[in-house]
Structure formats: C-alpha cells, structure tokens
T-cell receptor
Framework: EDQVTQSPEALRLQEGESSSLNCSYTVSGLRGLFWYRQDPGKGPEFLFTLYSAGEEKEKERLKATLTKKESFLHITAPKPEDSATYLCAVRDSGNTPLVFGKGTRLSVIA | DADVTQTPRNRITKTGKRIMLECSQTKGHDRMYWYRQDPGLGLRLIYYSFDVKDINKGEISDGYSVSRQAQAKFSLSLESAIPNQTALYFC??????????????FGDGTRLSIL
C-alpha cells in the first residue's frame, strides 16, 4: 500500500527564516511526486511534479527536491504570503489516482 | 471563470437527507475525482472516473455514490446523510493527453455540514 508522510505537521517561521518541509513516501514504483499549496477555503493548487531521484524544480522562493525515499520543499526567505498548507502526493507505477499526505501547515510571521 | 466548478459551495442539512454535490469542468479533461478532507486526516479519495463509462471506488466509498453524466460533469451523492460525513469535499480533474503523468486540478470545494 502506498504511503505518504509529511513532517512537521505545522511550522511557524519568522519572515526571512528559511526552512524545509519533508515528504517521505513508500510506493512500489514512483511515477511522480506532486507538491500542492492549499489556502484556507480553497482547493489545492498545483506547484511541482518530480519524476526521478535527483530532480529539482523551482518557483519563486520554493524549491522541491527528490530522493528515492523522500522529497523536500525548501522555502528560502519566506514572506507572510507563503503561509498555507503544503500537500505532497504520489502516483505509483500503476494507473492510479494520487495518494496524499496530511500536509504541513506553514505560518510565516512578519 | 473557474476551470473546475463545484456547487453548492456550502450546505447544511439534516441526518437522513439525500444530498447531491455537483462538479463541472471546462478543462476538457477525461479523468475526474471526488475527495473529502477532514482535519488531521488529509485528502481521502471517494470515487474516481477515467471516462464516462469507467467508475471506480476509492478508499472510502461506503455511503456515497457517483454519476458521470458527461465528460464534463461528475456528481457525488450521499443517499442518507449522517453526521460523520460532515467534511470539505473536493472535485478534481486530470488529463491523459500530452505529457504523461499529469497533475490533478481541484475545485474550491463544498463545505458540507450534517446535523
């Protein structure tokens, strides 16, 4: 059974204080790892797809990396508008929907 | 206009009532999904459809049914609502054309409260 575990559950940062969110996964064969951002009262918004170990993707202050067992979402010099819940999801080698982790709730304080 | 539209956005109803949540999309995607989100439990898959004639149960399908009326429409029904079905419900779509392994795109959800 595919499993996705995100840590920490919640993270509080000062504006400008860089940090990383973790997503560890267990799948039979990874076809893709997806990062989403979710704001209160909204649906998840797609950020990145990573396909293979060693791959990196960047968008503004966010950089996602992937190893064979986990992915990190690095947030560099965060701003209050980066406050949201960040979700990680995986798709395995079968023709299956995404399996989501429970998310990390990020708060960035000015 | 939103690409994935869910109606209603909010609904309060009583135990035992039949409820239908609707989802329509203008993205032209062939795959559609229904999830529920609960605090501490994350997003859990209820049903998914790869095309109009293909409906599949997800992790937590008991107490729910779905109908794929057209490529663009996918509705979720609670035949006899119970309080523990109170949750935030999301519809999502994904495409199988173009590059492989496309992401899922979500609507803004329906907040359902069952008293």
């Amino acid at each position: 059974e595919d499993q996705v575990t995100q840590s920490p559950e919640a993270l509080r940062l000062q504006e400008g204080e860089s940090s990383s969110l973790n997503c560890s996964y267990t799948v039979s064969g990874l076809r893709g790892l997806f990062w989403y951002r979710q704001d209160p009262g909204k649906g998840p918004e797609f950020l990145f797809t990573l396909y293979s170990a060693g791959e990196e993707k960047e968008k503004e202050r966010l950089k996602a990396t992937l190893t064979k067992k986990e992915s990190f979402l690095h947030i560099t010099a965060p701003k209050p508008e980066d406050s949201a819940t960040y979700l990680c999801a995986v798709r395995d080698s079968g023709n299956t929907p995404l399996v989501f982790g429970k998310g990390t709730r990020l708060s960035v304080i000015a | 206009d939103a690409d994935v539209t869910q109606t209603p956005r909010n609904r309060i109803t009583k135990t035992g009532k039949r409820i239908m949540l609707e989802c329509s999309q203008t993205k032209g995607h062939d795959r559609m999904y229904w999830y529920r989100q609960d605090p501490g439990l994350g997003l859990r898959l209820i049903y998914y459809s790869f095309d109009v004639k293909d409906i599949n149960k997800g992790e937590i399908s008991d107490g729910y049914s779905v109908s794929r009326q057209a490529q663009a429409k996918f509705s979720l029904s609670l035949e006899s609502a119970i309080p523990n079905q109170t949750a935030l419900y999301f519809c999502a779509t994904s495409d199988t054309t173009g590059t492989p392994n496309q992401p899922q795109h979500f609507g803004d959800g329906t907040r359902l409260s069952i008293l």
